[in-house]
């Protein structure tokens, strides 16, 4: 099958073209198991978009730090956007923050997660190191050589908009990577990794989560995109979401080509099966008759050899020979064509 993103990519926005190729759906049993990848479009688009705004940034990084710095102290340096760090690890937001003491320094990593997934820990591990790798590279720091350089201490976020049920707690822990039957943990790899839920409903990042419940019942609601997006951005205000509903409203076309993609998504998905049936269809008849046209071939000279054979015109070693068959499958022939 071919990759399910070069159906997508055709019919979607510019700016949610490298979402979709983040996907890499390649068969219709994975597509299933990212559920509709339309979610996976519209979710990114409403994350990004909304972090990628200085304001709310600023925000969030004040309730979940308890400090506040002004937005140009905050540099957004989320992997996927970067080139300096030859990496495959992507994340959803990382950023540097500088408070107003140049060496107080910080690198915030964050996560948006729809289901629950116990391996974060060590994920977050590849994004801490990946961004320490970039930040290296940007200082023009040397590894081989004097001086010293130092790092900027890391904190990890995971924004959960799953079900509260499949979520433990509010705190994740490196420690719990390592085998319960270990005694001695090792501490010379300790992070944690705090939890926000849809609880926090006053925080910018619990109003994401509840948004994004919201977004989730209403595609299957709504056959309309404006109407969807126009119903979404009142239910928000109604929870009481105000900074998503301000969010809408600053973001309305893109929000709206966002969610025609998660609207059509099943009729998107099921179009390219469709269309990828056909052509295996078509490529098996084609197939099918170069196939059956040797296989012709190859009955036709198998009957020859076997007729001259019988009447005496070629010697049996010349039949096998020419037919390339062992005796015993020659015998085989001759009963066929008896």
């Not at 390649?26 to 990212?34: F, H, P, R, S, V």
């Not at 050589?145 to 509010?170: H, W």
């Not at 994740?172 to 090792?186: E, S, V, W």
């Amino acid at each position: 099958m071919k990759m399910l993103d070069e159906k997508l990519l055709k019919q979607a926005p510019d700016d949610i073209q490298e979402i979709l190729r983040k996907s890499k759906v390649q068969t219709e049993e994975e597509a299933k198991n990212i559920k509709l990848f339309g979610e996976v479009n519209f979710f990114d688009v409403s994350f990004n978009q909304l972090f990628k705004d200085p304001e709310y940034l600023r925000r969030f990084y004040r309730e979940f730090s308890q400090r506040d710095v002004s937005p140009d102290r905050i540099e957004v340096v989320t992997l996927k956007e970067r080139e300096s760090y030859k990496t495959k690890v992507s994340n959803d937001l990382g950023f540097y923050v500088r408070h107003e003491d140049d060496e107080d320094e910080l690198i915030v990593l964050v996560e948006a997660q729809s289901t629950w997934n116990p391996n974060m820990p060590y994920r977050f591990l590849e994004y801490i190191m990946a961004t320490w790798g970039n930040y290296v590279t940007d200082h023009k720091f040397s590894k081989y050589r004097a001086p010293q350089f130092y790092l900027p201490p890391s904190r990890c976020c995971l924004i959960y908009t799953g079900d509260e049920k499949e979520k433990p707690d509010g705190m994740m822990n490196f420690t719990r990577m390592y085998h319960p039957k270990i005694t001695l943990i090792p501490e010379y790899v300790h992070f944690d990794i705090r939890v926000i839920s849809a609880k926090e409903k006053s925080t910018i990042a619990g109003q994401y989560i509840g948004y994004s419940r919201l977004a989730a019942g209403l595609r299957t609601k709504c056959k309309d995109s404006v109407e969807c997006v126009e119903t979404l951005r009142k239910e928000c205000l109604k929870e009481g979401y105000d900074v998503m509903a301000q969010f809408i409203d600053k973001n309305a076309t893109k929000m709206v080509d966002a969610m025609e993609m998660l609207i059509n998504s099943r009729e998107i998905f099921h179009d390219y099966v469709q269309g990828e049936r056909q052509d295996a269809a078509e490529q098996g008849r084609k197939e099918g008759e170069k196939i059956g046209e040797a296989r012709g071939v190859k009955r036709g000279e198998e009957k020859t050899v076997v007729y001259f054979y019988k009447k005496g015109l070629i010697p049996r070693g010349e039949a096998t020979a020419k037919l390339g068959v062992t005796d015993q499958e020659f015998e085989i022939l001759l009963q066929n064509y008896s």
